[in-house]
């Protein structure tokens, strides 16, 4: 079984920042893609934000293109979040999917940006 835990998020103010952790422990393979969803309300869809594949390239969406960044680090099954400048249309609630032959999502963060 496959445990993801995720960590780093919080309140902040408009213009902040903040870095989420995704580690994974348990009987995972090799990691393939890895990326990070959101959800501004309970029932609302979950949109992708951010994703990094195996080889490294990284897709984002265009409500957070040059302001967020995902890395991997395979090492240690673990994903980042890093998140610059941010808004009070990017408070929601954060998970993560971490895929190795089947999908894997973590218990999600909140992050609130308010002043």
């Known amino acids: 079984q496959v445990h993801l835990v995720e960590s780093g998020g919080g309140l902040v103010q408009p213009g902040g920042s903040l870095r989420l952790s995704c580690a994974a422990s348990?009987?995972?393979?090799?990691?393939?893609?890895v990326a990070w969803y959101r959800e501004a309300a309970p029932g609302q869809k979950r949109d992708m934000v951010a994703?990094?594949?195996?080889?490294?390239?990284?897709d984002y969406s265009d409500s957070v293109k040059g302001r967020f960044t995902i890395t991997r680090e395979d090492a240690k099954n673990t994903a980042y979040l890093q998140m610059n400048n941010l808004q009070p249309r990017d408070t929601a609630v954060y998970y993560c999917?971490?895929?190795?032959?089947?999908?894997?999502w973590g218990q999600g963060t909140q992050v609130t940006v308010s002043s």
């Open positions: 999917r971490i895929d190795d032959q089947y999908t894997h």
């Open positions: 994703s990094i594949g195996r080889d490294g390239r990284t």
């Open positions: 348990g009987s995972i393979s090799r990691l393939d893609l």
